[in-house]
Antibody, heavy 123, light 109 residues
Framework: EVQLVESGGGLVQPGGSLKLSCAVSGFTFSGSAMHWVRQASGKGLEWVGRIGSTADTYATAYGASVKGRFTISRDDSKNTAYLQMNSLKTEDTAVYYC??????????????WGQGTLVTVSS | SYVLTQPPSVSVAPGKTARITCGGNYIGSKTVHWYQQKPGQAPVLVLYYDTDRPSGIPERFSGSNSGNTATLTISWVEAGDEADYYCQVWDSRSDHPWVFGTGTKVTVL
C-alpha cells in the first residue's frame, strides 16, 4: 500500500521558519520526483516546488511565490522528502501536501498524495 | 503566467451528465490531468493525459481536450461524485510551471 505522510506543520510567527517532512512507503522513493502543493483554506491548489530523483541529479524548482524562501530536499535512505520554509508570511498559511510525480517527464500527473499538514503563520 | 479557468460551480441531478470545463490558451496543445477533492481530503487523480483513467476510476469519467478548452465529463452522476475538481497542466514558461485550474465545485442535486 502506498503511503505519504506529512508532518511538521503548526503555528509559527511571521518571519519564522518551519520544516515539513513527507515520509513515503509503498513505492520506490529514490526513483520518484516529489512535489509540494499547498491549499489555503477555501482556496484552490497551488504548486510550491519539486525535487527530482537521482536520475536528474535531484534538480529543484520553485514557484515564484516561494522562491528564495523555501527549500526542498530529500533523504533517499529514509524515504523522506522535506520542505524547509523560511521567512514565512501570513499568506503562506495553508495545508501543505506532498505528492509523487508519476513518471520522469514534466507532463506526468501527480498520482499519490499525502493527507496534508496545516501550516498557520500568525502573530 | 499560464492561467486555467474553470467555472466555480456546476450543479447536476443524479443520473445526469456533468461537464466541467478548463479554459487555457491553446490548452489543446498541452496534456491535461484532472483531480477530484472531497472536503477534508487530499486530491485524487481521476483522469490523466487528457483521457486516461487510473485504476479504480469508473468509466463514467471521461475527458476531451481541443482548442482552448479541456473538458471532464461525468456520466450517470452519483451522489458520491460531489466534490471539487481541478484541471492541471505543465507550462514551461510559467512562473509556476505545474499549473492548477481555479477549481469547480460539483453539486449533486
Amino acid at each position: 500500500e502506498v503511503q505519504l505522510v506529512e508532518s511538521g506543520g503548526g503555528l509559527v510567527q511571521p518571519g519564522g521558519s518551519l520544516k515539513l517532512s513527507c515520509a513515503v512507503s509503498g513505492f520506490t522513493f529514490s526513483g520518484s520526483a516529489m512535489h509540494w502543493v499547498r491549499q489555503a483554506s477555501g482556496k484552490g491548489l497551488e504548486w510550491v516546488g519539486r525535487i527530482g530523483s537521482t536520475a536528474d541529479t535531484y534538480a529543484t524548482a520553485y514557484g515564484a511565490s516561494v522562491k528564495g524562501r523555501f527549500t526542498i530536499s530529500r533523504d533517499d535512505s529514509k524515504n523522506t522528502a522535506y520542505l524547509q520554509m523560511n521567512s514565512l508570511k501570513t499568506e503562506d498559511t495553508a495545508v501543505y501536501y506532498c505528492t509523487r510525480h508519476r513518471c520522469a517527464g514534466a507532463v506526468c500527473p501527480f498520482d499519490y498524495w499525502g493527507q496534508g499538514t496545516l501550516v498557520t503563520v500568525s502573530s | 503566467s499560464y492561467v486555467l479557468t474553470q467555472p466555480p460551480s456546476v450543479s447536476v441531478a443524479p443520473g445526469k451528465t456533468a461537464r466541467i470545463t478548463c479554459g487555457g490558451n491553446y490548452i489543446g496543445s498541452k496534456t491535461v490531468h484532472w483531480y477530484q477533492q472531497k472536503p477534508g481530503q487530499a486530491p485524487v487523480l481521476v483522469l490523466y493525459y487528457d483521457t486516461d483513467r487510473p485504476s479504480g476510476i469508473p468509466e463514467r469519467f471521461s475527458g476531451s481536450n481541443s482548442g482552448n478548452t479541456a473538458t471532464l465529463t461525468i456520466s450517470w452522476v452519483e451522489a458520491g461524485d460531489e466534490a471539487d475538481y481541478y484541471c492541471q497542466v505543465w507550462d514551461s514558461r510559467s512562473d509556476h510551471p505545474w499549473v492548477f485550474g481555479t477549481g469547480t465545485k460539483v453539486t449533486v442535486l
